[in-house]
């Protein structure tokens, strides 16, 4: 199983073991209950524990797992990370790949195959996705639409995009 990370637990909240943690963007905005997470400093080292219920914002997770009814019991817990299995959140995004997947991959034209850089960050946005390429210098906000997207090779790390002419210089004016 692979699991990605979705939070750091940050503290206990009320006085039925609830806690909460601040939202990482492969963070699910629903996960229903009995939904396996897992918990622990690492993912290799991390323990599954089954939802109880799960409350999400976006400043904030308010969650409960079975097994854990108190703040006492809850405190534990703070500090340690919060995990997903990849194949999980690919079925709740309905995506191919996973925000973690794609942070990394190089950006080129698919046609001329010159590099405008690698995509560092993904904004989860209302209408649809935007990556953030950077070159090392400057930054670039690629809107994720089938106009722009050709392909996305996630083994080979490539994006390949067809952009309107002046795409990047009209950003850099």
Request: hydrophobic share 40%; charged share 20%; aromatic share 12%.
């Amino acid at each position: 199983m692979s699991l990605i990370f979705i939070g750091v637990i940050k503290n206990t909240h009320g006085i039925n073991g609830a806690m909460f943690f601040e939202p990482s963007p492969d963070t699910p905005e629903y996960l229903p209950q009995n939904t396996r997470i897992n918990i622990g400093y690492s993912s290799a080292y991390s323990a599954p524990h089954n939802i109880h219920t799960w409350i999400y914002s976006t400043e904030k997770v308010i969650f409960s797992i079975i097994g854990y009814s108190s703040p006492e019991s809850a405190k534990s817990m703070i500090d340690k990370a919060v995990y997903i299995d990849k194949a999980l959140a690919k079925i709740i995004y309905k995506e191919e790949y996973s925000i973690s997947d794609i942070v990394g991959c190089n950006v080129v034209n698919s046609i001329t195959k010159q590099r405008y850089g690698a995509i560092s960050d993904v904004w989860k946005m209302p209408a649809n996705d935007v990556w953030v390429i950077s070159d090392g210098s400057t930054e670039y906000a690629l809107p994720v639409v089938d106009e722009f997207i050709n392909s996305v090779n996630i083994q080979a790390k490539i994006v390949e995009v067809s952009l309107p002419a002046g795409f990047f210089d009209a950003i850099e004016e």
